[in-house]
């Protein structure tokens, strides 16, 4: 009885500590968003490293990561400190994370191969950093919030900031390079990440209940695949970010070579998505509280591939912008619906297994999510060797025109429509037990 009445009381948190909590998005999204926007681009147009060779080795990389990835979450589970499991990371983690992204941006005078070596070492660095602190904030976000309502508007205000961070990662980190330099604007984000992170402990807090021993490995994977929401939603979400990912960085070449903008008008694109998808972001919580989460995602993923179809024939920056504008609707759907997917698979595991297991969850997620990096890579690989694409030209082929064209317009097509056919079966997996595990999901009554 005492500890329904702990849980219950953690449930009831300020509203100062639901934003401080909710600001750690602002400087991991902010960092995160900008080294998939630009650093590429920085070490293929402005070093002139070899696409080809570049995106090879993140192919690599990217598969060792994702093992990595795994790792992190069933030792963050099974972590027992009297500070908790996750805000150990955090503490750990934050500094060297923000650390790593300005060195990537501060590159010694080396030739190519050494600038090759130099990318994919900070490269590793800045992820493992980036994965300590943001698997061990996500994990935190099922446990501190368990009733519905506060959990969709608590994931609607993370995405608040994680919006800001988006626009200022995504949308100022190209021309921000250009016109402050590269290290200026490094430095600056990194700044301002290290504080949004540190000040996000403020608000985050452990239940202690839940600190009961967890699976071995092998038996942690097992139960993973076991449980079959996990399946369809880890699928979708691997193809939904794959997309997006592909889309922050192709994006960058694409203003560059498909329809010239300055740096002005590449920021009113970019950051028009974010503009538009920060109000939108509390209208898709209703949504999601009114006909359900995986509903709302999949009319989100349809909205996504009929405004991307745009990029195939846009012609002019007013309507690369005005189709900017246009996916915002659907970003912010993402953004709010997916986090929110994965806390109501992991108190579904809660009721199978009888323990949290946050940890193993967003490892096993942030696993397969990271082997889509190689996938992005790899393509990116193929694109740059066969479509004549040459870092010396300020204007390319007709054929590596339309590949970029393609590579935001027509690939992410194909993608979207298994990602939607995989949130539909998640909700025909959902039906039978629903009402069930809601009366029964740990504490959230």
Known sequence: MKDRMEIESL????????????????????????FNTVAVFFYVTQLKVSGVELSTGMIVYG???????????????????QWGRRIPYIVAAGLPFCIAFYFLFSP?????????????????????????????????FPE???????????????????????IIGVALSKSLGQTLGWSTMAIIFAIISVVSI??????????????????????ALKATFQNKRFLMYVVASFLVQLSTTMFT????????????????????????IFLVAMPVSFIWAKIA??????????????????????????????????????MGISISGFLVLLNVLLADVIDYDAFLTGRRREGMYLGMNGFIVRLGLSVQYAIMAIFFSVSGYNSQLQVQNAGTVFGFRFLLGGL?????????????????????????????KYDRS
């Open 412 to 440: 992410p097509i194909f993608f979207m429509l298994i990602a939607l056919l995989m949130l539909g079966k998640y909700h025909r997996l959902m039906k039978p037990m629903v009402a069930h595990v809601s009366n029964t």
């Open 289 to 326: 509280i009114r006909m359900s989460t995986v509903k709302a995602a999949m009319i989100s993923t349809v909205l996504y591939m009929g405004t991307i179809l745009a990029f195939l024939f846009d012609k002019s920056p007013i309507s690369v912008i005005v189709t900017g504008f246009s």
């Open 249 to 272: 960085t192709v994006s960058s070449f694409y203003t560059k070579y498909v329809v010239d903008m300055s740096a002005l008008q590449s920021s009113l694109f970019l950051g028009g």
């Open 144 to 166: 501190m919030y368990q009733e519905e309502k506060s959990r969709v508007y608590v994931s609607a205000m993370q995405q608040v900031f994680g919006i800001i961070g988006l």
């Open 63 to 81: 598969i060792i990561n994702a093992g990595l990835n795994l790792l992190a979450g069933h030792f963050s589970d099974r972590t027992h400190t």
């Open 108 to 140: 010694p005078m080396l030739h190519p191969q050494g600038l090759l070596v130099y990318f994919l070492l900070l490269t590793f660095i800045f992820d493992i950093g980036f994965t300590l602190t943001a698997l061990n904030v996500g994990s935190l």
């Open 198 to 219: 540190y000040v996000s402990l403020y608000g985050s807090f452990e239940n202690p209940t839940y600190r009961q021993e967890s699976f071995q490995l092998g038996k």
């Open 11 to 34: 449930d009831v948190v300020p509203l100062r500590k639901k934003m401080a909590y909710s600001a750690n998005q602002l400087g991991i999204n902010m960092l995160w968003n900008a």
